[in-house]
Nanobody
Framework: QVQLVESGGGLVQAGGSLSLSCATSGRTINRLIMAWFRQAPGKEREFVAALSRTGLTTYYADSVKGRFTISGDNAKNTVALQSHGLKPEETALYFC???????????????????WGQGTQVTVSS
């Protein structure tokens, strides 16, 4: 069982930056595929970014490429999502997700992940 706890959400103005963090329950992240998703009110949960076990491979949704960065800290067993140039339409509950195994071609799908955090709210004001 893997428990995930997100932190770092908050209120930011359009164009601003936020750094989110996801802490695992002591599970070493080099055994996990880690990802961030987000869900806006009334919308489906959508993929944001994924990180391979080695931390050497990353994937991003086209909408965040060049503005968001996912990274892992093996010493702390945490995964961060740094976001810049935030837009009001990116207001959402941001979730951390994880699963064991290798990175698959379905890394962007909600169903590909077994473990989820409770989410942290990001609100971007215009």
């Amino acid at each position: 069982q893997v428990q995930l706890v997100e932190s770092g959400g908050g209120l930011v103005q359009a164009g601003g930056s936020l750094s989110l963090s996801c802490a695992t329950s002591g599970r070493t992240i080099n055994r996990l595929i880690m990802a961030w998703f987000r869900q806006a009110p009334g919308k489906e949960r959508e993929f944001v970014a994924a990180l391979s076990r080695t931390g050497l491979t990353t994937y991003y949704a086209d909408s965040v490429k060049g503005r968001f960065t996912i990274s892992g800290d093996n010493a702390k067993n945490t995964v961060a999502l740094q976001s810049h140039g935030l837009k009001p339409e990116e207001t959402a509950l941001y979730f951390c997700a994880a699963r064991y195994g290798g990175l698959t071609s379905n890394y962007y799908e909600v169903a590909d992940y077994d473990y989820w955090g409770q989410g942290t709210q990001v609100t971007v004001s215009s």
